[in-house]
């Protein structure tokens, strides 16, 4: 089964209108905090003109504010990042009109209670990985010894564990 391509955090026209010319499927921007969030105007500027579907990536921010930046932007996909739950993927639904995915979190490969609800009300489920910790140790000198130092590392496409939900009575890989 072919997969599609999301790239999510575009900052750039330039960097859009390659992944566009590559054939990727969304081109995502950042609306939900941290360094690569951009304005409505910077969003649209990176994003318009392209053939893929555009995905703004949203955290807590109210259904009416999400619905704002869906028509300033025009957006095609909403990407709820943060309590994202079956009541508050119908309603940003209603207030957008646009495909909503939900994001799940998940550390040890063990998916939430309550996915099963959340697989039928989104249009699509993302789930982000977060991968262990990493332990990084650097040799030295023997006066100085060994330093060891334990880095968070999270990502979304390094690790492939097995998942499953079901969605209208049947099991797909997820």
Not at 10 to 32: H, K, M, N, P
Not at 84 to 93: E, K, L, M
Not at 145 to 151: A, E, F, K, V, W
Request: proline letters at 5%; charged letters at 25%; a positive charge.
């Amino acid at each position: 089964m072919p997969a599609d391509v999301k790239i999510c955090g575009l900052t750039r026209a330039v960097d859009a209108e390659f992944a566009d010319a590559a054939g990727v499927q969304y081109l995502g921007v950042i609306f939900a905090g941290g360094p690569r969030e951009r304005t409505p105007m910077q969003a649209r500027e990176t994003v318009a003109g392209r053939r893929a579907r555009r995905v703004g990536v949203f955290s807590t921010q109210p259904e009416d504010a999400i619905a704002t930046l869906v028509d300033m932007v025009g957006l095609q996909v909403v990407q709820l990042h943060a309590d994202a739950d079956p009541g508050r993927v119908q309603r940003v639904r209603a207030a957008t009109g646009a495909e909503v995915w939900a994001v799940i979190r998940t550390a040890d490969g063990v998916l939430p209670d309550g996915v099963e609800a959340l697989c039928e009300a989104a249009d699509a489920l993302l789930i982000d990985a977060l991968a262990p910790s990493w332990t990084i140790i650097r040799a030295s000198s023997s006066r100085e010894g060994s330093h060891r130092r334990t880095l968070p590392r999270r990502s979304t496409s390094s690790r492939r564990p097995s998942w499953t939900c079901r969605r209208a009575s049947s099991r797909r890989q997820v």
